[in-house]
Protein backbone atom coordinates (compact mmCIF):
# COMPACT_ATOMS: atom_id res chain seq x y z
CA UNK A 1 0.00 0.00 0.00
CA UNK A 2 0.64 3.99 0.06
CA UNK A 3 3.82 4.80 2.31
CA UNK A 4 4.12 8.07 3.78
CA UNK A 5 7.38 8.31 5.45
CA UNK A 6 8.91 11.07 7.46
CA UNK A 7 12.41 12.32 8.90
CA UNK A 8 13.56 12.26 11.46
CA UNK A 9 11.69 10.19 13.17
CA UNK A 10 12.98 11.80 16.77
CA UNK A 11 15.24 14.70 16.74
CA UNK A 12 17.20 16.73 19.63
CA UNK A 13 18.08 20.30 18.84
CA UNK A 14 19.24 23.43 20.63
CA UNK A 15 17.01 26.16 21.86
CA UNK A 16 16.91 28.93 19.16
CA UNK A 17 17.99 26.41 16.35
CA UNK A 18 16.21 25.26 13.37
CA UNK A 19 14.63 22.42 12.90
CA UNK A 20 14.03 20.59 9.50
CA UNK A 21 11.21 17.59 9.24
CA UNK A 22 10.40 15.82 5.82
CA UNK A 23 7.76 14.20 4.46
CA UNK A 24 7.93 12.13 1.85
CA UNK A 25 5.38 10.01 -0.21
CA UNK A 26 6.97 6.95 -1.67
CA UNK A 27 5.04 5.22 -4.00
CA UNK A 28 2.31 8.39 -5.40
CA UNK A 29 2.28 11.89 -6.12
CA UNK A 30 0.94 14.06 -3.38
CA UNK A 31 -0.98 16.43 -4.44
CA UNK A 32 -1.87 18.12 -0.90
CA UNK A 33 -0.09 17.23 2.18
CA UNK A 34 -1.45 18.16 5.81
CA UNK A 35 0.72 18.97 8.96
CA UNK A 36 -0.57 18.24 12.68
CA UNK A 37 0.84 18.45 15.76
CA UNK A 38 -0.02 16.71 18.47
CA UNK A 39 1.11 17.75 22.60
CA UNK A 40 1.38 14.65 24.89
CA UNK A 41 -2.17 12.84 26.01
CA UNK A 42 -3.51 15.42 23.30
CA UNK A 43 -5.82 15.21 19.80
CA UNK A 44 -3.84 15.79 17.06
CA UNK A 45 -4.02 19.67 15.74
CA UNK A 46 -3.85 20.74 12.24
CA UNK A 47 -1.32 22.95 11.58
CA UNK A 48 -0.86 23.54 8.06
CA UNK A 49 -2.36 22.12 4.73
CA UNK A 50 0.10 22.58 1.81
CA UNK A 51 -0.61 22.35 -1.78
CA UNK A 52 2.80 21.46 -4.63
CA UNK A 53 3.75 24.88 -5.99
CA UNK A 54 2.01 27.19 -3.63
CA UNK A 55 2.06 28.76 -0.35
CA UNK A 56 0.54 26.49 2.53
CA UNK A 57 -2.65 27.48 4.21
CA UNK A 58 -2.11 28.11 7.99
CA UNK A 59 -4.70 27.43 10.67
CA UNK A 60 -5.54 29.84 13.05
CA UNK A 61 -3.23 30.64 15.61
CA UNK A 62 -0.10 28.74 13.77
CA UNK A 63 2.88 31.43 13.52
CA UNK A 64 3.58 30.72 9.47
CA UNK A 65 7.05 32.48 9.95
CA UNK A 66 8.01 30.12 12.71
CA UNK A 67 6.56 26.92 11.21
CA UNK A 68 8.05 27.53 7.61
CA UNK A 69 6.31 24.87 5.19
CA UNK A 70 7.51 24.04 1.67
CA UNK A 71 5.88 21.99 -0.79
CA UNK A 72 8.18 21.84 -3.83
CA UNK A 73 7.64 18.65 -5.72
CA UNK A 74 4.65 15.94 -5.62
CA UNK A 75 6.53 13.75 -3.00
CA UNK A 76 8.01 16.14 -0.95
CA UNK A 77 6.60 18.78 2.31
CA UNK A 78 9.06 20.11 4.54
CA UNK A 79 8.26 21.85 7.78
CA UNK A 80 10.86 24.26 9.22
CA UNK A 81 10.85 24.80 12.97
CA UNK A 82 12.53 28.22 12.97
CA UNK A 83 14.69 29.61 15.99
CA UNK A 84 12.88 26.53 18.41
CA UNK A 85 12.07 27.17 21.81
CA UNK A 86 11.24 24.00 24.13
CA UNK A 87 7.29 24.95 24.17
CA UNK A 88 7.69 23.25 20.21
CA UNK A 89 8.55 20.15 21.57
CA UNK A 90 5.32 18.39 20.38
CA UNK A 91 4.83 15.11 17.92
CA UNK A 92 4.71 16.41 14.35
CA UNK A 93 3.02 14.02 11.96
CA UNK A 94 2.32 14.58 8.37
CA UNK A 95 -0.31 12.80 6.15
CA UNK A 96 -0.72 12.66 2.13
CA UNK A 97 -3.69 12.63 -0.05
CA UNK A 98 -3.51 10.40 -3.52
CA UNK A 99 -3.91 13.07 -6.15
CA UNK A 100 -4.56 10.22 -8.74
CA UNK A 101 -7.15 8.86 -6.73
CA UNK A 102 -10.68 10.92 -6.30
CA UNK A 103 -11.64 9.47 -2.88
CA UNK A 104 -10.39 10.53 0.69
CA UNK A 105 -7.73 8.11 0.24
CA UNK A 106 -5.21 9.72 2.67
CA UNK A 107 -1.97 8.74 4.08
CA UNK A 108 -0.27 9.49 7.65
CA UNK A 109 3.56 9.42 8.29
CA UNK A 110 5.24 7.93 10.98
CA UNK A 111 5.23 11.27 13.07
CA UNK A 112 8.60 13.00 14.62
CA UNK A 113 8.81 13.61 18.14
CA UNK A 114 10.83 16.83 18.43
CA UNK A 115 12.46 17.75 21.74
CA UNK A 116 14.07 21.67 21.96
CA UNK A 117 16.43 21.21 25.33
CA UNK B 1 -19.26 22.56 12.30
CA UNK B 2 -17.28 19.81 12.26
CA UNK B 3 -16.63 17.59 15.46
CA UNK B 4 -15.78 14.78 16.29
CA UNK B 5 -16.36 13.37 20.37
CA UNK B 6 -14.71 10.71 22.07
CA UNK B 7 -15.87 11.18 25.57
CA UNK B 8 -14.22 8.10 27.16
CA UNK B 9 -10.71 9.35 28.28
CA UNK B 10 -9.33 6.48 29.76
CA UNK B 11 -10.43 2.86 29.77
CA UNK B 12 -8.67 -0.25 31.41
CA UNK B 13 -10.46 -3.92 31.34
CA UNK B 14 -8.69 -7.20 32.03
CA UNK B 15 -7.29 -9.02 29.14
CA UNK B 16 -9.92 -11.36 27.50
CA UNK B 17 -12.94 -8.44 28.61
CA UNK B 18 -14.61 -7.03 25.76
CA UNK B 19 -14.14 -2.88 25.75
CA UNK B 20 -16.38 -0.80 23.38
CA UNK B 21 -15.18 2.75 22.57
CA UNK B 22 -17.40 5.30 21.86
CA UNK B 23 -17.28 8.03 19.11
CA UNK B 24 -19.76 10.75 18.15
CA UNK B 25 -19.39 13.54 15.44
CA UNK B 26 -21.49 16.56 14.20
CA UNK B 27 -21.70 17.84 10.75
CA UNK B 28 -24.25 19.00 8.00
CA UNK B 29 -22.32 17.23 5.21
CA UNK B 30 -24.29 14.51 4.00
CA UNK B 31 -21.11 12.88 2.23
CA UNK B 32 -18.05 12.28 4.91
CA UNK B 33 -16.01 9.34 5.83
CA UNK B 34 -15.68 8.16 9.40
CA UNK B 35 -11.87 6.34 10.35
CA UNK B 36 -10.74 4.71 13.54
CA UNK B 37 -6.92 4.72 13.80
CA UNK B 38 -4.58 3.14 16.61
CA UNK B 39 -1.85 5.23 18.17
CA UNK B 40 0.96 3.07 20.44
CA UNK B 41 3.27 4.71 22.27
CA UNK B 42 6.10 4.50 19.22
CA UNK B 43 3.51 7.41 17.84
CA UNK B 44 2.56 6.22 14.42
CA UNK B 45 -0.74 6.35 13.65
CA UNK B 46 -2.37 2.80 12.67
CA UNK B 47 -5.16 2.92 10.04
CA UNK B 48 -8.07 0.45 11.71
CA UNK B 49 -10.81 1.39 9.42
CA UNK B 50 -12.62 3.67 6.89
CA UNK B 51 -16.26 4.11 6.47
CA UNK B 52 -18.47 6.29 4.39
CA UNK B 53 -21.62 7.80 5.12
CA UNK B 54 -23.61 6.24 2.86
CA UNK B 55 -22.58 2.32 4.17
CA UNK B 56 -24.42 1.95 7.72
CA UNK B 57 -23.62 -1.42 7.33
CA UNK B 58 -21.43 -2.62 10.71
CA UNK B 59 -18.20 -4.36 9.88
CA UNK B 60 -16.37 -7.29 11.70
CA UNK B 61 -12.27 -7.83 11.37
CA UNK B 62 -11.49 -10.11 13.15
CA UNK B 63 -11.65 -9.30 16.98
CA UNK B 64 -12.56 -5.53 15.80
CA UNK B 65 -16.01 -4.76 15.17
CA UNK B 66 -17.77 -1.30 14.44
CA UNK B 67 -20.89 0.36 14.49
CA UNK B 68 -22.20 3.05 12.52
CA UNK B 69 -25.57 4.72 13.25
CA UNK B 70 -26.08 7.45 11.35
CA UNK B 71 -29.32 8.37 13.41
CA UNK B 72 -27.05 8.70 16.86
CA UNK B 73 -24.18 10.01 14.90
CA UNK B 74 -22.30 7.30 16.15
CA UNK B 75 -19.41 5.12 15.38
CA UNK B 76 -18.45 3.38 17.67
CA UNK B 77 -15.65 0.81 18.06
CA UNK B 78 -15.77 -3.02 19.71
CA UNK B 79 -12.39 -5.24 20.75
CA UNK B 80 -13.86 -8.37 21.44
CA UNK B 81 -11.54 -10.54 23.66
CA UNK B 82 -9.10 -8.07 24.55
CA UNK B 83 -5.38 -8.29 24.99
CA UNK B 84 -2.58 -6.29 25.85
CA UNK B 85 -1.26 -5.36 22.79
CA UNK B 86 -4.84 -4.07 22.45
CA UNK B 87 -3.16 -0.52 24.74
CA UNK B 88 -2.87 2.28 22.91
CA UNK B 89 -4.72 5.91 22.31
CA UNK B 90 -7.83 4.62 19.94
CA UNK B 91 -8.57 8.01 17.77
CA UNK B 92 -12.22 8.22 15.80
CA UNK B 93 -11.49 10.89 12.91
CA UNK B 94 -13.53 12.53 10.51
CA UNK B 95 -13.17 14.40 7.29
CA UNK B 96 -15.92 15.44 4.43
CA UNK B 97 -15.88 14.60 0.69
CA UNK B 98 -14.87 18.28 0.33
CA UNK B 99 -11.95 19.06 2.43
CA UNK B 100 -8.85 17.01 3.22
CA UNK B 101 -8.62 18.10 6.58
CA UNK B 102 -9.25 15.04 9.20
CA UNK B 103 -10.77 16.31 12.18
CA UNK B 104 -10.03 14.24 15.24
CA UNK B 105 -11.40 13.54 18.59
CA UNK B 106 -9.36 13.60 21.98
CA UNK B 107 -8.77 10.04 21.88
CA UNK B 108 -9.35 6.86 24.30
CA UNK B 109 -6.81 5.20 25.94
CA UNK B 110 -7.39 1.98 26.62
CA UNK B 111 -5.43 -0.18 29.05
CA UNK B 112 -5.08 -4.11 28.83
CA UNK B 113 -4.65 -5.40 32.00
CA UNK B 114 -2.86 -9.30 31.80
Known amino acids: GAVVSQHPSRVICKSGTSVKIECRSL??????MFWYRQFPKQSLMLMAT?????????EQGVEKDKFLINHASLTLSTLTVTSAHPEDSSFYIC?????????????FGEGSWLTVV | AQKVTQAQTEISVVEKEDVTLDCVYETRDTTYYLFWYKQPPSGELVFLIR??????QNEISGRYSWNFQKSTSSFNFTITASQVVDSAVYFC???????????FGTGTSLTVIP
Open chain 2, 51 to 56: RNSFDE
Open chain 1, 50 to 58: SNEGSKATY
Open chain 1, 27 to 32: DFQATT
Open chain 2, 93 to 103: AFNTNTGNQFY
Open chain 1, 95 to 107: SARDGAYSGNTIY
